[in-house]
């Protein structure tokens, strides 16, 4: 079946600018997550969500960032005020639940590149 | 707090060779943790994960939790497994990445 999309797969933007990320879950998936990885890291957690609601935000940098999954299935990850630091590619995961046991499943990501 | 090292950013032997890739990490707790591997042009995928003990493309990774280590072992590497790979810890349902390792496996 189909996986994780994301969209758009690159984004380049001015500073200053509002961008939104997209991430389309595996049907099905109650779990959702973004992670960030900036250049020759890892990837780092940014929220999880369980259903609609947002069971952990600690990972968003400021409250620049913001995410929503309004059905349970969507989920759009907000940036306001872009800044250069916020280059970065933006990893969705979703999994059948949350915990450690199930499997997250990515997505391709979204380079995003801020000038 | 949790951490994953990966103390190697890139690692190149030759196809036939042994290869192992380090993975450090310190968690209070009873730690579960996986290795996840990114070929050239793909997503991130999961590779093995370590209550699993199973051997996934002749990879295998013990878990010794008196040296806090997760190391990814395979006998004879071959090119296809030339990518980047990256140990994790999971805390619940969060992801803790280590920073990478690239392999390259030359012919």
């Known amino acids: 079946g189909a996986g994780v999309s994301q969209t758009p797969s690159n984004k380049v933007t001015e500073k200053g600018k509002y961008v939104e990320l997209r991430c389309d879950p595996i049907s099905g998936h109650t779990a959702l997550y973004w992670y960030r990885q900036s250049l020759g890291q890892g990837p780092e957690f940014l929220i999880y969500f369980q259903g609609t609601g947002a069971a952990d935000d600690s990972g968003l940098p400021n409250d620049r960032f913001f995410a929503v999954r309004p059905e349970g299935s969507v989920s759009t990850l907000k940036i306001q005020r872009t800044e250069r630091g916020d280059s970065a590619v933006y990893l969705c995961?979703?999994?059948?639940?949350?915990?450690?046991?199930?499997?997250?499943?990515f997505g391709p990501g979204t380079r995003l590149t801020v000038t | 707090a949790q951490r994953v090292t990966q103390p190697e950013k890139l690692l190149s032997v030759f196809k036939g060779a042994p290869v192992e890739l380090k993975c450090n990490y310190s968690y209070s707790g009873s730690p579960e943790l996986f290795w996840y591997v990114q070929y050239s042009r793909q997503r991130l995928q999961l590779l093995l994960r370590?209550?699993s003990r199973e051997s996934i493309k002749g990879f295998t990774a013990d878990l010794n939790k008196g040296e806090t280590s997760f190391h990814l072992k395979k006998p004879f590497a071959q090119e296809e497994d030339s990518a980047m790979y990256y140990c994790?810890?999971?805390?619940?349902?969060?992801?803790?990445f280590g920073a990478g390792t690239t392999v390259t496996v030359r012919a």
């Open positions: 994790a810890l999971v805390n619940d349902y969060k992801l803790s």
């Open positions: 995961a979703s999994s059948v639940s949350g915990g450690a046991r199930y499997e997250q499943y």
């Open positions: 370590h209550i």
